[in-house]
């Protein structure tokens, strides 16, 4: 197979001419094309494949851990502040309720001073009824003496 090349130095010919290498060469290249396709490019291929999608699942996967913690993160900030909404809830009952017990306390000693006070007022009032019964005795008492003593006899109404 020796292939007519030829080379115009001076003429002005065809420089190259075909002839049955042209067709030895075209199945060479189909060939080698086959064998290139089978041997490197399809393996290349699939490796290539193969990389994009573990590349596009590992992308996939990553979102979806993303979506998960974004989820979790709301559920945690939502029951915090559910949490501190019930926290202070009952703060403000038991604030409430302290409040509530102090003014019963409050009221109760105010009645009990009350009650002590009005007491004291009755003793007090009967210890001056007493007195002034008494004093009364003895100014009735001393008056008739003062009486008897000066005309020299004795008065009615005196305790002699």
Known sequence: ??????????????????????VVIFILFILFVFVMNRLLFKPIGRVLDQRERKTEGARHEARASIRVY????????????????????????????????????LEEGKQAAADEIGAARAELERQATAARATLEQDARRIAAQISSNVLGRPVPGGAD
């Open 1 to 22: 197979m020796v292939s007519t090349v030829m080379f115009a130095l001076e003429g002005g010919t065809d420089i190259i001419k075909p002839d049955g290498s042209l």
């Open 70 to 105: 974004q989820g979790k993160a709301a559920d945690y900030e939502f029951s915090i502040k559910r949490t501190r909404a019930e926290t202070y809830r009952l703060l403000q009952e038991a604030r409430e309720k302290a409040l509530a017990e102090r003014a019963k306390l």
